[in-house]
T-cell receptor, first 116, second 114 residues
Framework: GAVVSQHPSRVICKSGTSVKIECRSL??????MFWYRQFPKQSLMLMAT?????????EQGVEKDKFLINHASLTLSTLTVTSAHPEDSSFYIC????????????FGQGTRLTVV | AQSVTQPDIHITVSEGASLELRCNYS??????LFWYVQSPGQGLQLLLK??????LVQGIKGFEAEFKRSQSSFNLRKPSVHWSDAAEYFC????????????FGAGTRLAVHP
C-alpha cells in the first residue's frame, strides 16, 4: 500500500494558539487530500477535501477559517487549527488520494490534538 | 443519503470464540465497502474490501466479510478470535461510488476475554 506520513502524532497546545499538522504521501502523487477528525469514542467524520492547487471544500459545520488547509504540492498537505479551543481536541487523520490503480483509501497515522 | 450503521457499540467475546460484527449501509447502487481496524491511538488498517464479484471476501488476520445486497449488509466475521484482535472496528462505504472519500459507521469496540 501507499506510504503516508502524518506529523506530529501528538500535540498539546494552549488555548488560543495555532497548530499545524502535516501529511505527506511518500510514494505517490496526492492530487486530492481528505481530512477527517475523530472525537473521543466516536467515528471518523470527513472535515474537508482539498485538491492540489485549489481551495479546500469543507463539510457542513466545519469552519473554514478555523481549519486552514494548504495543498500546495502533490506530496504535502497541511491542516492548521487556528485559535484552538478545548473543543477542538480530537484525533485528526489525513487520507491522500491520487490517480493510478489504487482501489483503497490510505490514511496517515493520525494526530492526537489536545488543547488545554 | 449514504450512511453506514453499526448496531453494536461494544462487543465482548472470549478468546477462541467466533465473532460477527454487523454493518448495514444505505446506498443506491452497488457500493464500495470496507472494514477497517483501529488500535488505541493508532491510524486505520484496512482489513478487507468489496467492490464487485464474489460476495464473500477474505481479508487479513483471518477476517472475512459477506456482502448481502438484499439485506444491505456487510458483516465481518472471524471464526476464532485472538486477544490481539481487541480494537475498534469501522465499516465504511465509499461516498458517491468512490473508494477514497469514505463514510464511516460509528464503530464497534471489541473486547476479548482470556
Amino acid at each position: 500500500g501507499a506510504v503516508v506520513s502524518q506529523h506530529p502524532s501528538r500535540v498539546i497546545c494552549k488555548s488560543g494558539t495555532s497548530v499545524k499538522i502535516e501529511c505527506r504521501s511518500l510514494d505517490f502523487q496526492a492530487t486530492t487530500m481528505f481530512w477527517y477528525r475523530q472525537f473521543p469514542k466516536q467515528s471518523l467524520m470527513l472535515m474537508a477535501t482539498s485538491n492540489e492547487g485549489s481551495k479546500a471544500t469543507y463539510e457542513q459545520g466545519v469552519e473554514k477559517d478555523k481549519f486552514l488547509i494548504n495543498h500546495a504540492s502533490l506530496t504535502l498537505s497541511t491542516l492548521t487549527v487556528t485559535s484552538a479551543h478545548p473543543e477542538d481536541s480530537s484525533f485528526y487523520i489525513c487520507s491522500p488520494a491520487g490517480g493510478g490503480t489504487n482501489t483503497e483509501a490510505f490514511f496517515g497515522q493520525g494526530t492526537r490534538l489536545t488543547v488545554v | 443519503a449514504q450512511s453506514v450503521t453499526q448496531p453494536d457499540i461494544h462487543i465482548t467475546v472470549s478468546e477462541g470464540a467466533s465473532l460477527e460484527l454487523r454493518c448495514n449501509y444505505s446506498y443506491g447502487a452497488t457500493p464500495y465497502l470496507f472494514w477497517y481496524v483501529q488500535s488505541p491511538g493508532q491510524g486505520l488498517q484496512l482489513l478487507l474490501k468489496y467492490f464487485s464479484g464474489d460476495t464473500l471476501v477474505q481479508g487479513i488476520k483471518g477476517f472475512e466479510a459477506e456482502f448481502k445486497r438484499s439485506q444491505s449488509s456487510f458483516n465481518l466475521r472471524k471464526p476464532s478470535v485472538h486477544w490481539s484482535d481487541a480494537a475498534e472496528y469501522f465499516c465504511a462505504v465509499g461516498s458517491s461510488g468512490g473508494y477514497n472519500k469514505l463514510i464511516f459507521g460509528a464503530g464497534t469496540r471489541l473486547a476479548v476475554h482470556p
